[in-house]
């Protein structure tokens, strides 16, 4: 790799933007301190070019599990264009708004209408706050990682490690107001007991629980149907978060799969393959109460996240690109497990099929994971311990990846073997929150 003057240019963008980007999964400092690109000229299908034209595979994430199509795609393109040219902000607003609506109702029979926003955080926003309006309950009960926002973050008002097992450690509550304190409560994914004892605790007071129906592990059997029946019973609104796990499974959502139906459920991400769009949609009764409270944006009103989700749903179906997703996942993760035999490395797979993930089983994992990146970079693979599989892979680039995996586990093997330290170029990968904001000052 040549020059990197990616890093160049994130030294400049820390002293005038906080913690040098807009996105904690995008900073470097998670993937290869001082040595990651950081930064793209362009972008598409799977290939990514840094500002030295150095080409990439994207093995990391495909923009944060936002581009199951790929980059680029020529026929959202072509619809994003179209829209463009034909004024993508007016007035008046956009019939595609009520066409995709449409779409989007007929995947969820279970649901009567919906409300868009622009990205997932916000969308669990709205979904609480209709929740809560509805419910007329303050008390939400959550499992997994549900965005930025105030009521969300207020969860380490009680306990500052509250929020350590859903996703990010090390969260700070730093300007979430203190009266917050004890209105959101967790339980982890799987333990019924836990869900149980809360439900005991504060039922009377519980106005909607929000959860991921999957992400890295599979439900427990029955785990979801009984918080499905609980939720019934006490008058509780249920919340599908499908931010992530949307659209890459199944077309519509991993809870069709499931064969369990929310009240609520959020999308975004892989539902604009990358344009700015999310969708909460829901069963009328409780829907309707967002024209009770206050909920509204101009940008909300802008045709080109309509028009591209419209794009991205009807080529997923035409050409049922979830099944090719979880083939390409499901490969992947039966040659790491042979190639980490093969080099006797101990290795965890786990994740969806689509969504892939593995990690070492040693106490220097995150050096491992930092050096897996390194070499891989060298190779000209943009590749963590996290897949995104999108529909812009092939048997070749996937096998090339695999090829390169096998050379980078036996470098692994023999320095495990001859009890060497892990020849880092940079400091290793840090995936806690607290550690990284460090890095800034």
């Keep these: 790799m040549k020059n990197n003057s990616g890093q160049k240019l994130l030294k400049k963008a820390k002293k005038i933007i906080p913690g040098g980007n807009q996105l904690l999964s995008k900073r470097s400092e998670r993937f290869l301190p001082n040595l990651w690109p950081v930064y793209y000229k362009k972008a598409k299908g799977c290939k990514i070019w840094d500002l030295d034209n150095n080409l990439f595979y994207d ?27 034909k004024g993508s902000m007016a007035t008046l607003n956009a019939p595609e708004e ?23 955080g916000e969308a669990c926003s709205i979904a609480i706050r209709i929740a809560r309006a509805y419910s007329k309950k303050d008390i939400v009960l ?4 549900h965005g930025w926002h105030d009521w969300y973050i207020s969860t380490n008002l009680a306990n500052k490690k509250n929020l350590d097992d859903q996703l990010l450690p090390g969260l700070k509550s730093l300007g979430v107001p203190k009266k917050l304190k004890n209105t959101n409560i967790p339980f982890n ?9 809360l439900i005991k605790k504060y039922k009377n007071k519980i106005g909607c629980i929000i959860m991921e129906p999957q992400r890295n592990i599979e439900p427990k059997k029955n785990f979801l149907k009984h918080i499905r029946k609980t939720a019934n019973k006490h008058n509780i609104v249920l919340i599908f978060d499908e931010i992530t796990s949307g659209f890459h499974e199944n077309l519509g959502g991993i809870h069709l ?6 009240d609520i459920a959020v999308f975004g ?17 409780i829907m309707n109460y967002a024209q009770e409270t206050f909920i509204s944006s101009t940008m909300w009103t802008d045709r080109i996240g309509f028009v591209a989700s419209i794009a991205v749903l009807k080529k997923m179906k035409r050409l049922n690109v ?26 965890e797979i786990y994740g969806l099929d689509s969504m892939p ?65 892990i020849p880092l170029v940079s400091k290793k990968r840090d995936m806690n929150f607290k550690r990284i904001n460090q890095y800034e000052k």
């Design 59 to 85: 093995f990391a994430g495909m923009g944060v599990t936002s581009s199951v199509l790929g980059y680029a795609d020529k026929d959202i393109n072509k619809a994003i264009n179209s829209a463009i040219k």
């Design 98 to 120: 009520v066409e995709l609506s449409e779409i989007m109702l007929k995947l969820h029979p279970w649901s009567n209408m919906i409300k868009y926003s622009k990205s997932g």
């Design 142 to 145: 959550f499992c997994g990682y």
């Design 189 to 197: 994914f799987n333990d019924i007991n836990e869900f149980n004892k």
């Design 257 to 262: 799969k499931l064969k369990v139906n929310p």
């Design 269 to 285: 991400k892989a539902l604009g393959n990358g344009t700015p769009i999310s969708a909460i949609i829901g069963k009328q009764k």
């Design 322 to 347: 979830q099944k090719k997703l979880i083939k390409y996942g499901k490969f992947i993760k039966k040659n790491w497990k042979k190639i980490a035999d093969k080099n006797k490395l101990k290795i």
């Design 357 to 421: 993930s593995f990690r070492f089983m040693y106490n220097d994992s995150e050096e491992m994971i930092t050096y897996f990146t390194q070499e891989m970079l060298k190779k000209g693979f943009l590749a963590s311990s996290n897949i995104a599989i999108t529909y812009s892979y092939n048997e070749r680039i996937i096998n090339k990846y695999l090829q390169c995996c096998d050379i980078v586990f036996k470098k692994l093997f023999f320095i495990k073997k001859d009890k060497i330290k």
